[in-house]
Every structure is written in structure tokens, then in C-alpha cells.
């Protein structure tokens, strides 16, 4: 049995159907419902509508997913040494500010491992990720911290399990794809502040992630104009439109890349 900390967004939602559909493991699914976080009626629609789609194709394993247990962050316990180990994190990596709550969270309960699910970051410069590749045990499900870590901080995240942590967003949609769970995967969520409740603001962290990573050519144009406009100071529409493009050719040239090894 699994304990998945999902969000309804990429790397949590591709391992949700890995396990399900591939490992066809039984998972408990927990999400955290932020209340000063504007995207999370739309997290909890997309994810409803990704069970619907899970009990439409794959209704023989709908029954090992667990109903949502959905938990308020009002009610998240402090924890002072989360506290101080993500305080003194994000004065060195780039750390959600989620994973404070998911740990607060991990620690107040009595299962041994949550499943937590981050990508490898390819050229991104103090990545949480980087530093945990170097700090983790064993691959995929069995991803874990090591005994002796090289930061002692990093022990927030000893209670999760890493399963994708080697796995670039590039090589997950190939996983999709060879197993026929792309179509799932499309129904992810990432964005904080949608606009209109539908469309990606381009703004936001998660967002701005996502222009950056190998999966820009995903984003609607409106979101990577805003996108442009934040971080780049610039209003030129044609910026967002050859972005889109050249993410585009660098995905398949990527994924053709993986191919050949
Ligand atoms: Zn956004």
C-alpha cells in the first residue's frame, strides 16, 4: 500500500497512474486543500476528473484507489525543527513552500513513508532535486534518504519516499506514452492563480517551473505572454510565440535522444 501526497499536478499525478497502472499497487491518496492558494477548487476539479477518467479506462483497478483524503492546512500541526530545517533550506536550494506542510503533515502521522512525488530538474542551479539525487538510497519506489545525509536539513524530507526524482518530465511523458496513460495525464493541474479558474497565469512559481522546463509548448500563449511580461519585461507577443515553438522542437529532439539510448 501506498501513501501518495498528490497534487493533481505533473509529477505526483504521472506516479499515481505508474503505480496504479503499472506497478498495479493499492494507493492511499492524500491532498493538502491550502486555502491561501487560489488554484485549489480547480486541483480538486482536475483531480476528480482524473478518477473519472482512471474508472472509465481502467475500471478493474479503480477499487486500489482510495477516496481523497482531503486535509486543511488550518489544521496542520507546527512543527519547529520542520520549521527550521525549511527555513534553512530555502536560504540555499529552490524548495516549494509546500513541502513544509507535507512534512509538518508526514510527521504528525503514524504511516512510515509518504510518497512525495519531484522531478529531476536538468540545468536548473540549486535544485532541490540535484541535492537530493546526491542524498537519496535505491531508485523509483524505493527512492528514500539516505542514512547519513550531506546537509542535516535535508531530514525534512525523511518521511517521504521520491519515487520520480530520476526521472526528467521529458522521460515521464515517454512512460506515458509506451503505457497508454498520456490521455490521463493531460488532465494534470500546476498553476496557483488561474485566470478565469481555466487558464494558467504564467505567473506564478509552478508556472514560471514549467515555461522553464522542457514543457513550455504546453502552455497556452495568453499564459506565456504574462510569463514574459513578469520575468523578462517584455510585452512582445512574438517572444512567447517562438518560445513556444523551440520548446517544442527541444521536446521532441529530447525525447528522440532518450529513444536512442
Ligand atoms: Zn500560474
Same mark, same amino acid.
Given at each position: 500500500m501506498i501513501n501518495l501526497l498528490w497534487t493533481g499536478g505533473w509529477d505526483s499525478t504521472f506516479r499515481l497512474l505508474c503505480a496504479l497502472i503499472i506497478e498495479k499497487q493499492k494507493i492511499n491518496l492524500f491532498y493538502?486543500?491550502?486555502?491561501?492558494? =487560489?488554484?485549489?477548487?480547480? *486541483?480538486?476539479?482536475?483531480m476528480k476528473k482524473i478518477i473519472k477518467k482512471i474508472k472509465k479506462f481502467y475500471p478493474e483497478l479503480a477499487d486500489n484507489l482510495s477516496d481523497i483524503?482531503?486535509?486543511?492546512? #488550518?489544521?496542520?500541526?507546527?512543527?519547529? =525543527?520542520?520549521?527550521?530545517?525549511?527555513?534553512?533550506?530555502?536560504?540555499?536550494?529552490?524548495?516549494?513552500?509546500?513541502?513544509? +506542510?507535507? %512534512?509538518?503533515?508526514?510527521?504528525?502521522?503514524?504511516?512510515?513513508?509518504f510518497e512525495?512525488a519531484? %522531478?529531476?530538474?536538468?540545468?536548473?542551479?540549486?535544485?532541490?532535486?540535484?541535492?537530493?539525487?546526491?542524498?537519496?538510497?535505491?531508485?523509483g519506489p524505493?527512492?528514500?534518504?539516505? *542514512?547519513?545525509?550531506?546537509? #542535516?536539513?535535508?531530514?525534512?524530507?525523511?518521511?517521504?519516499k521520491?519515487p520520480t526524482?530520476?526521472?526528467?518530465?521529458?522521460?515521464m *511523458? #515517454?512512460i506515458a506514452?509506451e503505457n497508454g496513460f498520456m490521455n490521463i495525464l493531460d488532465y494534470i +493541474?500546476?498553476?496557483?492563480?488561474?485566470? $478565469?479558474?481555466?487558464?494558467?497565469?504564467? #505567473?506564478?512559481?509552478?508556472?514560471?517551473?514549467?515555461?522553464?522546463?522542457?514543457? %513550455? $509548448? =504546453?502552455? %497556452?500563449?495568453?499564459?506565456?505572454?504574462?510569463?514574459?511580461?513578469?520575468? =523578462?519585461?517584455?510585452?512582445?507577443?512574438?517572444?512567447?510565440?517562438?518560445?513556444?515553438?523551440?520548446?517544442?522542437?527541444?521536446?521532441?529532439?529530447?525525447?528522440?535522444?532518450?529513444?536512442?539510448?
Amino acid at each position: 500500500m501506498i501513501n501518495l501526497l498528490w497534487t493533481g499536478g505533473w509529477d505526483s499525478t504521472f506516479r499515481l497512474l505508474c503505480a496504479l497502472i503499472i506497478e498495479k499497487q493499492k494507493i492511499n491518496l492524500f491532498y493538502i486543500y491550502f486555502h491561501n492558494r =487560489k488554484s485549489r477548487d480547480v *486541483e480538486v476539479r482536475q483531480m476528480k476528473k482524473i478518477i473519472k477518467k482512471i474508472k472509465k479506462f481502467y475500471p478493474e483497478l479503480a477499487d486500489n484507489l482510495s477516496d481523497i483524503t482531503i486535509v486543511s492546512d #488550518k489544521i496542520l500541526p507546527h512543527n519547529k =525543527k520542520i520549521d527550521n530545517y525549511y527555513e534553512s533550506l530555502i536560504s540555499k536550494y529552490h524548495v516549494g513552500k509546500q513541502y513544509r +506542510w507535507l %512534512a509538518a503533515f508526514a510527521e504528525s502521522r503514524e504511516e512510515e513513508y509518504f510518497e512525495a512525488a519531484i %522531478a529531476k530538474y536538468h540545468n536548473r542551479e540549486n535544485s532541490i532535486s540535484a541535492v537530493l539525487l546526491k542524498n537519496t538510497n535505491g531508485i523509483g519506489p524505493d527512492c528514500k534518504l539516505k *542514512e547519513r545525509v550531506s546537509d #542535516k536539513d535535508l531530514l525534512l524530507f525523511r518521511k517521504f519516499k521520491l519515487p520520480t526524482l530520476h526521472l526528467t518530465k521529458p522521460e515521464m *511523458e #515517454k512512460i506515458a506514452r509506451e503505457n497508454g496513460f498520456m490521455n490521463i495525464l493531460d488532465y494534470i +493541474w500546476f498553476c496557483h492563480r488561474p485566470r $478565469f479558474n481555466y487558464i494558467p497565469c504564467g #505567473k506564478c512559481v509552478p508556472c514560471k517551473l514549467v515555461v522553464e522546463s522542457e514543457l %513550455a $509548448f =504546453k502552455m %497556452a500563449l495568453f499564459s506565456l505572454f504574462f510569463y514574459f511580461r513578469k520575468y =523578462k519585461n517584455s510585452n512582445n507577443i512574438f517572444k512567447a510565440i517562438s518560445l513556444k515553438r523551440e520548446s517544442a522542437r527541444r521536446f521532441k529532439v529530447s525525447l528522440a535522444e532518450q529513444v536512442e539510448m
